[in-house]
């Protein structure tokens, strides 16, 4: 997995509502398509599960299943309740994680 994209404003008036929007890069081989040189079968190597938490608590939780296109983009909004971090995670298959978190100010 590399470096995750995201897009969310800094700052959110109180009780505003905004978008979030996240990508991370990742090949998620479903386990059927098979290796175009050798022809053996590419093993299932997905992102299995998406957590989204606001100040700690889950906002948005996803399981993830092989029929998933590769580099998972996710698109959802939330309610500026608070200043504080929104954090990000990604787990695959080999039960490896990724986090990215971003820091919001509500005026």
Not at 67 to 82: A, I, Q, R, T, V
Request: glycine residues 6%; contains cysteine; charged residues 25%.
């Amino acid at each position: 997995m590399s470096k995750p994209r995201l897009r969310i404003p800094k700052t959110v008036k109180k009780d505003e509502i905004f978008p979030v929007k996240a990508m991370v890069h990742h090949p998620m081989h479903n386990g059927r398509r098979k290796d175009k040189i050798t022809g053996r079968i590419i093993p299932r190597f997905i992102i299995n599960k998406f957590i989204c938490e606001y100040n700690g608590r889950r906002v948005f939780v996803a399981d993830l299943y092989t029929s998933m296109s590769e580099n998972p983009y996710f698109s959802f909004y939330l309610k500026g309740k608070e200043s504080g971090a929104i954090t990000f995670t990604w787990t695959d298959d080999n039960g490896e994680s990724i986090t990215a978190s971003h820091t919001i100010t509500v005026q």
